[in-house]
C-alpha cells in the first residue's frame, strides 16, 4: 500500500467522521480501481454508493444520514459546505439527529436550494429555500432546527399527531431552550388543515398529548416544598375573604357562625390540597408517606395573596338580611346543642354447649374409671346441689 495514498485518504476522513467519497479521492489522484482494491482487501469499507469509511472508525447511529449528505455533493470536502449548507438533512431524518421522537428514517429528507432528483430510493430531496435561523449544525451535519423539524413532520407522508407530539416530548425534556414563539409561527400554515383555529391550538393540542407538564407538575409536587406553599396560599386567600365578610356583618350571631366554621373550613381546605396532590404521587400513597421534600423553593414563587379591587368592592357591597327569630333559633341549636351519641346495643351472649365426649372403657383401667367418675361428680353439680344452693342457711347438715 502507498503511504502517500494512506495519507490522503486519512487526511479526508479525518474531519469527515471517517468517511471519504470516490469524487474527493479522485481529486486527490486516487483511482476509483485503488478504492475497490482496497475496499476487497478490508482497509475500507463501503457505506452507501460513492461513499466509503476507515474500519477502524466506530460505526455511529447518523452515519446514513451523513453519507447520504456527503454524497449530495460528493467533490467537495464537508467542511466547506457549513458555512453556507446548500443541502440540509430534514424530516424524520433531522429527528432522528435531534433524538427527538420515535421515529426511523426509511428515507433520508434532504432539503436543498435547487430542484434536484436522486437515483436512489433512500433519498428525497425537496426543494426549499430555509432561513439561517431554521438550520443548525449537529456533529458536523447541518438539519433543519428542532422547531423546523417538529412543524416539517406535519408534512411527512402519512404524518401521525402522536409521533410529532413524541418529538416535542423529547425536545421539551432536553432541554429549556425550544424556542416555543417561533415554533409556533411554524406551526400556523399546518392549523386548519388540522382542524385548529391557529398555531397556538395546534401546539397547545400537541404539547397536551406529550403530558410533559404533568410529570414536570408531579415532580415539583413530590420533590418540593410546593404543596406546602400551595396550601398556604389557599388558607391565606380564605382567611382574606373571611375577614372581609366579618368586618362587613353587624350581626354578632352571623358572626359567631362564621368564626366557628373558620378551623373546620380550612381543615377540609388543607385535606383537599392533599386528596388533589396524593394521586399525582401515586396510587395508594397516603399523605404521611410521601417523600420529604429535597428542594426547598422560596417563598415569593408564588404571587402574593390578595383580593382584586373588584373583588373587594364586591364584599364590601355584601348586604346580609336581619335573621328572623325561626333562623336564629336553629343557628343557637346547631351551635349549642350537644352531641348525642347513637346508643350501642351490645348482642345477647348466648351459652356455650360443650360437646359430650365419649371414651371407651376398653381403654381405662378400674382406677382411672374411679377417679374420672369423682372429679366429674364434684365438678357438675347434681340439681339437688343447686336446689340446696338456693335455700337459706339454717347451720343444720342434711342427713346423709
Known amino acids: 500500500?502507498?503511504?502517500?495514498?494512506?495519507?490522503?485518504?486519512?487526511?479526508?476522513?479525518?474531519?469527515?467522521?471517517?468517511?471519504?467519497?470516490?469524487?474527493?479521492?479522485?481529486?486527490?489522484?486516487?483511482?476509483?480501481?485503488?478504492?475497490?482494491?482496497?475496499?476487497?482487501?478490508?482497509?475500507?469499507?463501503?457505506?452507501?454508493?460513492?461513499?466509503?469509511?476507515?474500519?477502524?472508525?466506530?460505526?455511529?447511529?447518523?452515519?446514513?444520514?451523513?453519507?447520504?449528505?456527503?454524497?449530495?455533493?460528493?467533490?467537495?470536502?464537508?467542511?466547506?459546505?457549513?458555512?453556507?449548507?446548500?443541502?440540509?438533512?430534514?424530516?424524520?431524518?433531522?429527528?432522528?439527529?435531534?433524538?427527538?421522537?420515535?421515529?426511523?428514517?426509511?428515507?433520508?429528507?434532504?432539503?436543498?436550494?435547487?430542484?434536484?432528483?436522486?437515483?436512489?430510493?433512500?433519498?428525497?430531496?425537496?426543494?426549499?429555500?430555509?432561513?439561517?435561523?431554521?438550520?443548525?449544525?449537529?456533529?458536523?451535519?447541518?438539519?433543519?432546527?428542532?422547531?423546523?423539524?417538529?412543524?416539517?413532520?406535519?408534512?411527512?407522508?402519512?404524518?401521525?399527531?402522536?409521533?410529532?407530539?413524541?418529538?416535542?416530548?423529547?425536545?421539551?425534556?432536553?432541554?429549556?431552550d425550544l424556542d416555543t414563539d417561533h415554533l409556533v409561527a411554524l406551526l400556523r400554515p399546518h392549523a386548519k388543515r388540522l382542524g385548529h383555529a391557529s398555531g397556538v391550538e395546534l401546539y397547545e393540542h400537541l404539547r397536551s398529548m406529550t403530558r410533559v407538564d404533568e410529570e414536570r407538575l408531579r415532580n415539583l409536587l413530590v420533590h418540593t416544598n410546593l404543596p406546602d406553599l400551595v396550601g398556604a396560599l389557599a388558607n391565606d386567600r380564605t382567611e382574606t375573604v373571611l375577614q372581609s365578610l366579618l368586618g362587613n356583618t353587624a350581626n354578632d350571631q352571623i358572626k359567631a357562625v362564621l368564626a366557628a366554621i373558620r378551623g373546620p373550613l380550612m381543615a377540609d381546605l388543607n385535606e383537599q390540597v392533599k386528596n388533589a396532590i396524593i394521586p399525582l404521587k401515586g396510587a395508594g400513597t397516603a399523605w404521611g408517606s410521601l417523600v420529604a421534600p429535597r428542594i426547598q423553593l422560596p417563598a415569593h414563587v408564588l404571587p402574593k395573596v390578595g383580593l382584586s379591587p373588584a373583588t373587594q368592592a364586591a364584599l364590601a357591597n355584601i348586604k346580609i338580611a336581619p335573621l328572623t327569630p325561626d333562623i336564629q333559633k336553629r343557628i343557637s341549636e346547631l351551635v349549642t346543642a350537644p352531641v348525642k351519641v347513637p346508643k350501642v346495643t351490645m348482642p345477647k351472649l348466648t351459652s356455650v354447649v360443650i360437646p359430650k365426649v365419649t371414651v371407651p372403657n376398653a381403654y381405662l383401667a378400674p382406677s382411672a374409671k374411679q377417679i374420672i367418675a369423682d372429679a366429674t361428680r364434684r365438678a357438675m353439680p347434681t340439681p339437688h346441689d343447686d336446689e340446696a344452693s338456693e335455700r337459706p342457711s339454717t347451720g343444720e347438715q342434711d342427713d346423709q
Open 1 to 176: 500500500m502507498s503511504k502517500p495514498i494512506d495519507g490522503a485518504i486519512a487526511s479526508l476522513a479525518s474531519s469527515q467522521w471517517g468517511m471519504i467519497t470516490a469524487a474527493q479521492a479522485t481529486a486527490r489522484g486516487i483511482a476509483r480501481s485503488t478504492l475497490l482494491r482496497r475496499e476487497r482487501a478490508g482497509s475500507l469499507e463501503r457505506v452507501r454508493a460513492g461513499v466509503y469509511r476507515l474500519p477502524g472508525v466506530p460505526a455511529g447511529q447518523l452515519d446514513d444520514l451523513r453519507a447520504a449528505w456527503l454524497a449530495s455533493a460528493p467533490a467537495v470536502p464537508a467542511w466547506e459546505r457549513l458555512d453556507d449548507p446548500d443541502v440540509v438533512v430534514g424530516g424524520a431524518a433531522a429527528a432522528w439527529a435531534h433524538q427527538i421522537g420515535d421515529l426511523y428514517p426509511s428515507t433520508v429528507l434532504l432539503y436543498t436550494r435547487v430542484r434536484r432528483q436522486s437515483k436512489h430510493e433512500d433519498v428525497r430531496y425537496s426543494t426549499r429555500q430555509l432561513p439561517s435561523e431554521d438550520v443548525a449544525v449537529v456533529d458536523g451535519l447541518p438539519v433543519t432546527t428542532r422547531e423546523r423539524t417538529i412543524a416539517d413532520l406535519l408534512s411527512e407522508p402519512g404524518a401521525d399527531l402522536s409521533l410529532v407530539a413524541d418529538a416535542l416530548r423529547d425536545a421539551e425534556r432536553a432541554d429549556a
